[in-house]
């Protein structure tokens, strides 16, 4: 641990003086070229209390590495599920697309949240009673069929490479702009340190560092608004209802008086657009299809679902939801009063002040350095707790549900382990090399990770849990049909086909508005044509698990 | 004897009394579900339907709520707290379904 952080700091000391080339930003919204050396200190000070924790919260078995050992309690999950849920892209991006997209982008944050109430009411509790370890392996006892179990346990690793690929967007502004190091650097630095303590520690650790994590990442979040809500004319009581006078106030074309105090005729009517709901592209429908497939799919995340296997218990499960989502709230509630206040202060910017608007606070508001630094922790964690989520959850795909189920399952639990330390390194490989030739379309292939979680996932764990006759036939039919669909549509966007274009009639992002509900449909009809092919042991089997997900009583099964 | 059958329920038919009772909780809380993520925006695109520009201007984006434009913020605050309260009605709901089940002795799921 020591040897890394030296090895960081000399990495760092080298990258630094190279890394001086930063274009200049807008006036208020620019970020300072080069090596900071007191946010970077922090910085590395938060780090070395991550592998820290995970040292300490070192395991020895399968479950201390993949589900914590089941310790984990309401508030802490709940800080977990939010700092797993948390991305870097939620923490920096949202409040950027909220000051792109105006009310419509409103719709990500619904999306987002809403999907919880979905996860807690039709699955959380169900998946703590069946406490085994993966999705798939839910998936595929529910169904007993092992074709249903590698189907998920595929989807899970798409999910979770395609995913933590993104995160590096995030990981490496925020390293290039405080260790003024590139892009690659810092990609191969934050997968270093993500992967040191994944492999030290496991979820145990994962989960604690996240609770830390978390503590960081609100703070830094949260305490610029206060002083920016006065600079721009609030009490600084209460940002988060403060704003909306700005906001009104720039619906009626009143800026910050730094800039002229009232926006032209035509600046007015743009802002205006922004801030009515179908002024920024998009109707109802899309409004709609957005919202339902960002909620389908976020109650159909794997890394989420899995979360539910860490609690004691199913009331734990439940109230770590409650607490999650308030937890994640926090930060949506408070994205919207930085993408006001930007324009607010810049009305008529483009994307170049949309990706720094986070960042960029700390010096609009006059914190020091040294907060600068804090709030780099914070998105660095962000996106460090969310890729080793998002790890712990592909690796556990392969080792758990293909190797230790499928091909070995004679294997012992050391060996399951190894494999699973493997397989989470080899993981993390295929995400720095994504991440070092980032696809063109990389946030289009980021949106598909909902979709294909909402079209596949979804549909076969909802009736998995709540419909008896739903079978494997029925399920694998369900799967295909929803992975296929997700697919054709997103090739379809990338290759520019109309109607999978955002606004177009099956926008490749918000798919699952007619996806799913038919892929509901297709296993429920597949199924029920295909009852008589069951055979009775399956049959026995399935039922034991329906019996475990509803608390029913055991089946008295006469030899 | 002939072998125990299997057991059979769906959502909308549950098998057992304890499970008609979850449905029922799960019920009313995706009701309520149902009505925020899309009564609201549909709400506020038929109000708006009137505006000639097609930005959907209409008194919910004229009223003042908090200082904030009213469908502003029933999005961006209306529906996520309504979420959070949905998920504390459920846990409630959960509690005293198993204080009935249980008895003042029983933990639930423990």
Known sequence: ????????????????ATGLAFAAGEEIYQIQP????????????????????????????PSGYWVAGRGIGKFGNGAAIASDWMSAASFMGVAGLLYLKGWFGLGYIIGWTGGYVLLLVLLAAQIRRFGKFTIAEFLGDRYDCHSVRLIAATVTVIIAITYATAQFKGIGLVCGWIFGIDYNDSVLFAAGVTLTYMLISGMTGVTRNQQIQYVILISAFLIPLWILIEKAGGVGILPQIEYGKILSGLMEGEVSPAIGGALTPEQLATVRREFLP???GGNIY???ALVFTLMIGTAGLPHIMVRFYTVKNEDVARKSVLWGLFFIGLLYWSSPVYAVLGKFWHPMGGTEVADIIILSAPERAGLGSAFLGYLA??????????????LVAGASAVAHDWYATVFRPDSSEGQQLFIGR??????????????????????????MAFA????????????????????????????IWGLTMTLLAMSGWILRVPAFQADGILPATSSALIVAPLAFVINIVVSNLTTDKITEESRAKMDNVLRKLHNLPGRVDTP | MSPPKEVQFSF?????????REVRTASTVLLFWFFLSFGIPVAIWLAGLGDPSGLGESFLTRARFLGFPLHYWLIAQGCTIGYVLLCKLYCLLCDRRFRHASGPAGRPGA
């Open chain 1, 1 to 16: 641990m020591k040897n890394f952080r030296v090895f960081g700091l000399t990495l760092v000391a080298l990258l630094g």
């Open chain 1, 34 to 61: 080069g090596f900071k050396k007191t946010p970077a200190m922090i910085m590395l000070a938060t780090l070395a209390v991550y592998l820290g924790v995970g040292f300490f919260s070192k395991v020895s078995s």
């Open chain 1, 278 to 280: 179908w002024g920024t």
């Open chain 1, 286 to 288: 899309h409004f709609i």
């Open chain 1, 377 to 390: 922790s914070g998105a660095l964690a962000a996106g460090i707790s969310t890729v080793a989520g998002l």
């Open chain 1, 422 to 447: 493997v397989f989470t390194a080899v993981l993390c490989l295929i995400v720095i090399v994504t991440a070092l030739n980032p696809p063109a379309l990389i946030a289009q292939i980021v949106a």
């Open chain 1, 452 to 479: 294909v979680a909402g079209n596949t996932i979804f549909p076969a764990a909802v009736l998995a849990v709540w419909y008896s006759r739903s079978n494997k036939y029925g399920a694998i039919a369900g799967m």
């Open chain 2, 12 to 20: 909308f038919r549950p098998a057992t009394e304890s499970m008609r």
